[in-house]
C-alpha cells in the first residue's frame, strides 16, 4: 500500500508502540505534523522550546522504561535538541529524535533553516541517520529504536528532509532488524563469573556500588539476593538511587561528592569493590588514583568501553546486570560478614547525614523532609542540578526505582521542569514533583506553558535561594567567597505562575510549609510552591574536587539532630 513518508513515519510509531510524542513544530516538519490528525494514538504535546521536548521524552523514558520520543524542525528546532539529546546520552536513556531536513534538493546549500544535525550529534547519539528516500523510513525507525532501547540504552536521532515526508512509498514494517556489527553481550563470560565469584567468596570487606545500569536492567531482586546472601553493603550512585531500597539494613547510601560520610568511608576501608552498572564517574570516585586503594575490582557493565575507562579492574564482567547478577548469584556463597556490616553502621551513627539543624531558619532540607512525609515518600521527585538535587538525593528517601528523576552525567540546570512534565505524562496516577533551583527553573520556565496547555499536574517547588547555589558555594569554599556572578535576581514567581494559570504560594517559615505542599497535592492540575530558602546554606558533606574519597568536608554549623534517621527494614 502506497503512503506518504509522513504516513509511514506515524505507522511505524505506532507500530513501535508510542503513545505520546513531545515536540514543536516548523517549515521541515509541517507534511508531518499534517499528518498526526490521522493518527489519534500518537498524543503529541506542544513544548515551548525544544530543549523541553527532549527533556521530557527522557523524563517520560525514565520512568516508564520506554523510549522517548521528540520531534523538532531542521535548523533551530534541531539544534535546541542537543542539549537534551546530550543529557539522554551521558545518562544511558533511550530516545529516538526525529528532526525534519531541509528539502533534499537544498542540502548543503545553506539555505533558511538548514543545519548539519547530523554531524553536530555524532558525538552525543548512539546512532544517528538521515533517510533520504520514503522507501527506507520503516527500516530505519525499526533499527532507531531497536538501537535505542537494547544494549547500553541511548538516543538515536533520524533526520528526514521535507520531500521525503511528501513522496510516496510502500509501507513494510520490517519484522526484525538485522545490523552487522551490533550485537549487545547480555550474558558473561562463564570464566569471568567464576573469578568473580571467587573474589566475592574470598572478600572480608566486600562493598557493592550500584548504578543506573541496575535500573534499566531491572536488576533489582538480583542485587538483593547478592547483598541479603553475602551480606555485602551496597552503596548506590546519584542515578542509582531506588534501585536498593534505601530503608534495607544493608543500604549505606551515596557515595561520591556529596555521598553519605559513611558510603565513602566504607569504599576507602573495602578490599573489593563490586561496581554494577555504574562507570567511575569523577563525581562518584572524586581522585580516582585516591579511590578505594585496597580494594580489588569487579566492574559489572553491558558496554565492554566503560571497563577500564577511569579505574584498572581485576575483573571485567560484560552483560546486562540482570543476567549477570542472576548466574552470579548462584556461585556466590551465603555467608556473614557482620563485623564488616557493623563497624559502617557505626560510622552511620557517628556521621549520620541526614541532620537537619534545629532552628526557626526555612532550610531546603526541612522542606524536603516535609515533602517526603506528607507523600508517604511515594511521589516521583525529579530535580534539576545543584544544591537542590542534592538535598533531594539526601532527604527524601528511595525504596523504589525511577522514583528519583535527575540528570546525572550532563548536569543540566533546567532539567527538571520539562523531565517531570515527561514523568507526569507518562505516570499520570503518580504525584510527580519537581522540585527546582530558582536558577534552573527560569532556564526552562517557558514550560509551564506546557504544563497548562495540556493540563499536566506536576507540583512544583522552587527551592528559591537568590543565588545559583552550588556554585556560590563552591565560590564560598574554594574561592574565598568572592560570589562572582552567582548572586541572582528574580522575578515574582507568583506572579509568573498565575500570569501562565497556574496557582502558587510562597512559603516563608517553616509552619507554613506542610500547609503548602498538602494544599498543591490537593490542588488538581500543577501547582506552584515558592519557598524562600535560607539563602547560604550548603550541602554536607562534601569531598572537595580532586581529593580523595575519603577526605570528607562535615557540615560546621551541624551538632545536633532534629529529626530521627530513617527507618530501617
Ligand atoms: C546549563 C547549565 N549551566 C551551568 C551549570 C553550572 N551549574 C551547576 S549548579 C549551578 C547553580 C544552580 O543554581 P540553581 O538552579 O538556583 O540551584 P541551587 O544550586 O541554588 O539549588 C550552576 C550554574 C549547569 N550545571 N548547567
Given amino acids: 500500500m502506497k503512503m506518504t513518508g509522513a504516513q509511514i513515519l506515524c505507522e ?40 523541553g521536548a527532549a527533556h521530557a521524552a527522557d523524563g517520560y523514558a525514565r520512568v516508564t522504561g520506554k523510549v522517548g520520543v521528540c520531534f523538532a524542525t531542521s535548523g533551530p528546532g534541531a539544534t535546541n535538541l542537543v542539549t537534551g539529546i546530550a543529557n539522554a546520552h551521558l545518562d544511558s536513556i533511550p530516545m529516538v529524535a526525529i528532526t525534519g531536513q531541509v528539502a533534499r534538493q537544498y542540502i548543503g546549500k545553506d539555505g533558511f533553516q538548514e543545519v548539519d544535525i547530523i554531524g553536530i550529534t555524532v558525538p552525543i547519539t548512539k546512532h544517528n541517520s538521515m533517510v533520504y528516500k520514503a522507501d527506507d ?61 571467587k573474589l566475592i567468596n574470598e572478600a572480608k570487606r566486600p562493598v557493592i556500588i550500584a548504578g543506573h545500569g541496575v535500573i534499566i536492567s531491572g536488576a533489582y531482586k538480583d542485587l538483593r ?4 546472601k553475602s551480606q555485602i553493603p551496597v552503596v548506590n550512585t546519584l542515578l ?50 585516591g579511590f578505594a586503594r585496597g580494594a580489588y575490582v569487579i566492574h559489572i557493565d553491558i558496554d565492554p568501553a566503560e571497563i577500564g575507562k577511569n579505574l584498572k579492574v581485576t575483573v571485567p564482567v560484560v552483560g546486562d546486570a540482570q543476567a549477570v547478577l542472576e548466574e552470579l548469584n548462584k556461585k556466590v556463597e551465603s ?53 537542590h538535587q542534592m538535598w533531594s538525593a539526601h532527604h527524601y528517601w528511595y525504596d523504589k526505582p525511577n522514583s528519583f528523576v535527575s540528570s546525572g552525567g550532563l548536569g543540566t540546570m533546567g532539567f527538571e521542569l520539562p523531565a517531570a512534565i515527561g514523568a507526569k505524562v507518562g505516570l499520570p496516577d503518580d504525584i510527580v514533583w519537581a522540585i527546582c533551583g530558582d536558577g534552573g527553573f527560569q ?15 506536576v507540583k512544583i517547588a522552587i527551592m528559591n535561594n537568590g543565588y545559583l547555589g552550588m556554585v556560590r558555594q563552591w565560590q564560598e569554599l574554594f574561592y574565598k567567597g568572592r560570589y562572582v556572578a552567582t ?4 522575578p515574582d514567581f507568583i506572579k509568573v505562575a498565575e500570569a501562565y494559570g497556574i496557582p502558587a504560594v510562597r512559603v516563608e517559615s517553616k509552619m507554613e510549609v506542610i500547609p503548602a505542599i498538602k494544599t498543591a497535592i490537593d490542588t488538581p492540575g500543577p501547582f506552584l510552591i515558592d519557598f524562600r530558602i535560607e539563602p547560604e546554606e550548603n550541602v554536607y558533606p562534601m569531598v572537595a574536587p580532586g581529593t580523595n574519597i575519603g577526605e570528607i568536608i562535615k557540615d560546621p554549623k551541624c551538632d545536633d539532630i532534629a529529626l530521627p534517621g530513617k527507618q530501617r527494614l
Avoid at 521541515?28 to 499534517?34: F, G, Q, S, T
Wanted: charged share 20%.
Fill in 225 to 228: 539476593e547478592l547483598a541479603e
Fill in 335 to 387: 555467608q556473614s560478614r557482620i563485623d564488616w556490616v557493623q563497624q559502617i553502621e557505626q560510622w552511620r551513627q557517628l556521621y549520620p547525614t541526614t541532620r537537619v539543624r534545629e532552628t526557626e531558619d526555612l532550610l531546603p532540607q526541612y522542606v524536603i523532609r516535609q515533602i517526603y512525609e506528607v507523600t508517604e515518600g511515594k511521589a516521583t521527585i525529579v530535580t534539576g542540578v545543584g544544591q
Fill in 443 to 457: 532556564m526552562t520556565i517557558q514550560e509551564l506553558g506546557t504544563m497548562v496547555q495540556d493540563n499536566i499536574g
Fill in 487 to 490: 548572586p541572582l535576581s528574580n
Fill in 240 to 289: 542509582g538511587i531506588g534501585c536498593f531500597p534505601e530503608s534495607h539494613v544493608l543500604s549505606f547510601g551515596m557515595l561520591g561528592m556529596h555521598g553519605m560520610a559513611y558510603a565513602n568511608m566504607a569504599v576507602d576501608a573495602s578490599d573489593l569493590i563490586i561496581a554494577i552498572g555504574m562507570r567511575f564517574d569523577d563525581r562518584a570516585t572524586s581522585n580516582v588514583s
Fill in 137 to 197: 523510513l520503516a527500516k530505519a525507525v525499526k533499527e532507531a529504536f531497536h538501537i535505542a532501547r537494547t544494549g547500553r540504552p541511548g538516543p538515536v536521532l533520524i533526520d528526514i528532509p521535507k520531500d521525503v515526508f511528501e513522496e510516496q512509498a510502500n509501507f513494510n514494517y520490517p519484522a526484525q532488524v538485522n545490523l552487522t556489527g551490533y550485537h549487545p553481550v547480555m550474558e558473561a563470560d562463564p570464566l569471568q563469573l567464576e573469578k568473580a565469584a
Fill in 12 to 51: 511505524s510509531l505506532v507500530r513501535e508502540g508510542v503513545e505520546v510524542v513531545f515536540g514543536f513544530p516548523g517549515g521541515a516538519v509541517l507534511p508531518l505534523y499534517d499528518t498526526l490528525p490521522q493518527y489519534p494514538q500518537l498524543r503529541h504535546i506542544l513544548v515551548r522550546h525544544e530543549q
